[in-house]
């Protein structure tokens, strides 16, 4: 992607700053255009949604329109403030010109913000076959003089030079822009003005498919369904037609839902960069901690309206069970549908965000002091209780005089939003506060750049699909055939170790270790005993845990497994003195364990999922025979004969459905079978002199199935 800079570049500067400065969300109207909304600001290379948080944050009593003399209390609150100024106009602004101090230090003391269209383009010289081979482009630069200069004086920055008008008719332009222009499918000639329903359904049109139709699309779609009868999928479209916002699904993705969607991340990584697909995923976590996606969706706009209707169909294809936990970026429109649509998940702000942000607006800070960075993600992701944090905040913030920054403010006043400190009663699937979940930005690191094709995209994206099944196979077999290594001879460590995967062991290896060298003290006697449990004789990470004797388990005011599924330190160290030899098994969450991906245990639960009506849902009906299925596959591999043995039965199980299908009448027939007929799989394998077994179907799909299965 990195290369000589050829000509144009200079105009490709300028639409980058025009996309940097201009709002990047469409919002519904009356003439469905583009319409204006939150600014993006420069820098924010991570991230589009900061303008909503931005808003959340803003105090209305700020000025509108900039004056001679205003003062800021650091350049980027300067240009924040030009930004809105220059969105609520409609024109994109670029940094035009700066200047540092003289000496060994060097500290930007004057930048001027200046309107794209400053200045005058200047066309290179060119051979004759150079000409030939690039494309003229449109230069946006048109002399305008509207600019604000701002200038450090002591601690804070003044307005020293204005000029607000304009040259130029005021206008926007849209992120999708430098998607498409990158990709040649806006020309040169092609100005960045306001956008109509016409332009809208041009741009969104583009994005899905190349010929103008969105038909790569659709083909793709067509043949994963042929190719897979589980896939689901939806189309979005406006009054107009024009394909907003696509969604779809595959049965490996619902499976691993079933499995593992308690805890959701909402992953809108494309947001880093402005020239990358708009594709967003619906992920989570494994129980070998790897990265498994429950959905995907192409989304042209991010209105509270396309996110309602993406999260809907989301949930309907995985069932109508809503996660426990839902992490997201920050952005208004997304917060407002996630209330409507799952009311009762747990919806928390991604902190990586929020962390790499502030690394955007603290820049000067973290310059001037090095040891803050590490200082401020330590106090995040570091502190063991609420205390801390605020101790560990407030002491930063003193220490280098940061109580006049406003992101700092902001970030701290919603900080039960995106802190795990303050959400740590709700399932999260967050082993270790420094883990981190492939995004989907390091995917488009791999194998993205501005040439890539929707169809090459989708591609790419299904055969990393199909590495990340090749890599929970191989860690499954892993842990089947490799003994995980204890380092002690307690019975607990040895019942976690032949029950977690490797990778799980590990951690509640690595917690029952640090058990030992806590300062256990009871401090209370009874039925329910307390404790609290210290370390180095530090009272501020002083824990309190208390035991039930007569069910044996335990809480602990960290909340560490109510958070993470696995149990904390401080009770293994109870455990160790109260009953030494193993712990509940409602300790060991399914989802953790070796047997997280065996659908027996869900059988059960989704059939009381269905039992309200499950006519009245097909989706409801197919989860509960994919269930069937998927038992049927794994009991039919075990062995060659038997795999021969479950074809047969499947293909003439499948034979009477269709026969059902066309006379349902023949369902008495069916209810005469007796299902426990003694006709083994065995039997069905080995003897040859078997009379037609089409009665027999019923039982040895019951056999396969198990002993809890119903044909009913």
């Not at 990584?269 to 967003?280: I, L």
């Not at 989708?458 to 090749?470: D, I, P, W």
Request: glycine share 6%; charged share 25%.
């Amino acid at each position: 992607m990195e290369g000589e800079r050829a000509e144009g570049d200079e105009l490709i500067d300028d639409y980058v700053d025009c996309l940097m400065s201009l709002d990047t969300n469409a919002r519904a109207g009356p003439s469905d255009a583009l319409i204006l909304g939150a600014p993006v600001v420069e820098g924010a290379v991570g991230g589009g949604t900061e303008p909503d948080a931005m808003r959340d944050f803003a105090s209305a009593e700020d000025p509108k329109e900039p004056v001679l003399g205003m003062t800021f209390e650091s350049d980027e609150a300067a240009k924040a403030f030009y930004n809105e100024y220059a969105r609520r106009l409609g024109f994109p602004f670029r940094v035009g010109r700066s200047r540092r101090s003289k000496g060994t230090e060097e500290v930007v003391v004057m930048k001027r913000f200046v309107c794209s269209r400053e200045g005058v383009y200047k066309k290179k010289q060119t051979s004759p076959d150079e000409a030939t081979r690039k494309r003229e482009r449109m230069s946006m630069r048109e002399g305008c003089n509207a600019m604000m200069e701002v200038v450090r004086e002591s601690d804070h920055w003044v307005v020293s030079k204005l000029e607000k008008a304009h040259n130029h008719d005021l206008g926007t332009c849209s992120t999708k822009v430098g998607y498409l222009r990158a990709r040649g499918l806006l020309g040169g000639s092609d100005k960045v003005t306001m956008l109509g329903p016409d332009e809208m359904a041009f741009l969104r049109q583009n994005v899905l498919g190349e010929g103008g139709d969105a038909q790569g699309l659709i083909d793709y779609l067509k043949k994963a369904q042929a190719n897979d009868p589980a896939f689901s999928h939806a189309i979005q479209v406006d009054k107009n037609g024009c394909v907003v916002n696509v969604f779809w699904a595959d049965a490996r993705a619902k499976a691993a839902y079933r499995h593992f969607g308690d805890a959701v991340t909402f992953d809108t990584s494309y947001k880093k960069n402005k020239y990358m697909m708009p594709f967003v995923t619906f992920s989570g976590v494994n129980h070998h901690l790897q990265p498994v996606i429950f959905g995907c969706a192409l989304l042209m706009e991010e209105t509270e309206f396309s996110f309602v209707w993406l999260f809907e169909t989301w949930l309907s294809a995985m069932g109508g069970k809503a996660p426990c936990s839902l992490v997201t970026d920050q952005n208004r429109a997304m917060k407002a549908a996630i209330v409507k649509v799952f009311p009762n998940s747990c919806h928390r702000f991604c902190k990586w965000n929020i962390l790499s942000r502030t690394k955007q607006k603290l820049t000067h800070a973290y310059t001037e002091h090095p040891t803050l960075r590490d200082e401020l993600e330590s106090c995040v992701l570091e502190s063991e209780t609420i205390a801390t944090f605020e101790t560990k905040w407030a002491s930063i913030i003193d220490k280098y005089d940061l109580r006049k920054n406003s992101w700092l403010q902001a970030i701290y006043n919603i900080r039960q939003k995106w802190v795990p400190l303050y959400l740590m009663d709700t399932f999260f699937a967050e082993i270790a506060p420094t883990w981190k979940l492939e995004t989907m930005n390091d995917f488009y690191k791999k194998y993205f750049n501005t040439k890539t094709t929707l169809e090459v995209f989708l591609n790419q994206f299904n055969l990393s699909m199909a590495s990340q099944y090749e890599d929970e196979a191989k860690a499954d077999m892993d842990t089947y055939l490799n003994k995980a290594t204890t380092k002690t001879a307690s019975l607990i460590e040895k019942q976690a170790a032949s029950t977690y995967t490797k990778a799980i062991f590990s951690k509640f290896q690595e917690e029952f270790t640090e058990s030992l060298g806590f300062i256990i003290q009871k401090t209370g006697d009874g039925c329910i005993s307390k404790y609290t449990i210290r370390k180095d004789e530090d009272p501020t990470e002083t824990f309190y845990v208390t035991y039930n004797a007569s069910n044996k388990m335990a809480k602990c005011s960290c909340k560490y497994f109510e958070f993470s599924g696995i149990l904390c330190r401080h009770i293994l160290g109870v455990y160790i003195i109260v009953d030494p030899r193993t712990l509940p098994t409602d300790y060991f969450s399914r989802r953790w364990t070796r047997k997280a991906r065996d659908d027996d245990a869900l059988l059960e639960e989704n059939n009381n999922y269905d039992d309200e009506d499950p006519s009245q849902s097909i989706t409801s009906r197919y989860n509960v025979l994919c269930v069937d299925a998927i038992r049927c596959a794994e009991k039919g591999s075990g062995s060659e004969a038997v795999y021969k043995a479950a074809k047969d039965i499947l293909q003439k199980a499948y034979q009477e459905i269709i026969a059902y299908e066309r006379n349902p009448g023949r369902g008495s027939q069916r209810d005469a079978i007796n299902i426990n007929e003694d006709v083994t799989i065995d039997d069905a394998v080995n003897d040859q002199s078997m009379p037609d077994s089409g009665p027999k179907v019923t039982n040895l799909l019951g056999q396969f199935l198990g002993s809890s299965w119903s044909p009913v």
